[in-house]
């Protein structure tokens, strides 16, 4: 077969594949903060969550499970509070600097 007739197949990108320790997880984090996007904070923490896995951040956030899947799909306008929770049960603790 020549090289112009084998199929490459790609995996969609997943963040949550490569958080695989605190280290990756305070990386990530950080970016995304310096981003100031609300959406992509969302997605970062549902990232850090699959990464973690959904059912146990859930039970240690204090939220069901589709509860938390509804707090951090796109578009999701989730209480700061909740946000506080999730990040909690992440074991990711935000902090303010001088701008």
Same mark, same amino acid.
């Given at each position: =077969?020549?090289? $112009? &007739?084998? #199929?490459? #197949?790609?995996?969609?990108?997943? @963040?949550?594949?490569?958080?695989?320790?605190? +280290? @990756?997880?305070? +990386? %990530?984090?950080? /970016?995304?903060?310096?981003? +100031? *996007?609300? *959406?992509?904070?969302?997605? @970062?923490? $549902?990232?850090?969550?699959?990464?973690?896995? =959904?059912?146990?951040? /859930?039970?240690? @956030?204090?939220?069901?499970? +589709? $509860?938390? %899947?509804?707090?951090?799909?796109?578009?999701? &306008?989730?209480? !700061?509070?909740?946000?506080? &929770?999730?990040?909690?049960?992440?074991?990711?603790? !935000? $902090?303010?600097?001088? /701008?």
């Amino acid at each position: =077969m020549s090289p $112009s &007739k084998i #199929k490459t #197949k790609l995996l969609p990108f997943d @963040a949550a594949r490569y958080l695989t320790d605190d +280290e @990756a997880i305070a +990386e %990530y984090m950080t /970016a995304v903060l310096d981003i +100031e *996007d609300t *959406d992509l904070l969302l997605l @970062a923490l $549902s990232d850090i969550a699959r990464a973690k896995g =959904m059912a146990q951040v /859930a039970k240690d @956030a204090g939220l069901g499970r +589709e $509860s938390l %899947y509804k707090a951090l799909a796109p578009g999701a &306008k989730p209480r !700061f509070d909740t946000v506080l &929770k999730v990040a909690r049960a992440l074991g990711v603790k !935000f $902090s303010a600097h001088p /701008a």
